[in-house]
T-cell receptor
């Protein structure tokens, strides 16, 4: 069964600090891996998309890495801000040619405090 | 509008009732997806439309759930004889095409359904 596991489940950090969120997946066939940010009461918003051949991708203070051999990804947030408080969801896509079928992780709930 | 919109934002109903949830995708997006997100969980795939047709409905939990997209734009998710276990946030997403890398799905804010 296709699965995406994330850790930690939740995290509290001080404003200005860095943090790294982890994602392990067992999805096949693999098409790409995405990190989404979901604010409370809102739909997920895409941060990064990486294909099999990409090891790292950045979007501002967010940097995602991908190791397709070990089926692991991480999302590093630099110089955190209060507005980074949200759930971060790792999503692996299986592209069947007719649809991009997404398998979602359960997310890491990040809280940035003063 | 600029993004995916969903109505209503909240729906409270009684067990056994029928509900309809509406999704307006981004204009020009041919692919439309429905997901269900339970508290503390990631979204789970329900059904996917390419144009007017349901290309993949393998995620629908049972025959009480049904979705339509008659003109290839707006979609309605219909739930008959609602049960308390149907309580969740129902998310809709749309994308410009139906597959391929970097094919980003844009999500709406969701409809929070509560079945009492």
């Amino acid at each position: 069964k296709n699965q995406v596991e994330q850790s930690p489940q939740s995290l509290i950090i001080l404003e200005g600090k860095n943090c790294t969120l982890q994602c392990n997946y067992t999805v096949s066939p693999f098409s790409n891996l995405r990190w989404y940010k979901q604010d409370t009461g809102r739909g997920p918003v895409s941060l990064t998309i990486m294909t099999f051949s990409e090891n790292t991708k950045s979007n501002g203070r967010y940097t995602a890495t991908l190791d397709a051999d070990t089926k692991q990804s991480s999302l590093h947030i630099t110089a955190s801000q209060l507005s980074d408080s949200a759930s971060y969801i790792c999503v692996v896509s299986t592209d069947t040619g007719t649809a991009s079928k997404l398998t979602f992780g359960t997310g890491t709930r990040l809280q940035v405090t003063l | 509008g600029a993004g995916v919109s969903q109505t209503p934002s909240n729906k409270v109903t009684e067990k056994g009732k029928y509900v309809e949830l509406r999704c307006d995708p981004i204009s020009g997006h041919t692919a439309l997806y429905w997901y269900r997100q339970s508290l503390g969980q990631g979204p789970e795939f329900l059904i996917y439309f390419q144009g007017t047709g349901a290309a993949d409905d393998s995620g629908l939990p049972n025959d009480r759930f049904f979705a339509v997209r008659p003109e290839g734009s707006v979609s309605t998710l219909k739930i008959q004889r609602t049960e308390r276990g149907d309580s969740a946030v129902y998310l809709c997403a749309s994308s410009l095409t139906d597959g391929g890398n970097y094919n980003e799905q844009f999500f709406g804010p969701g409809t929070r359904l509560t079945v009492l």
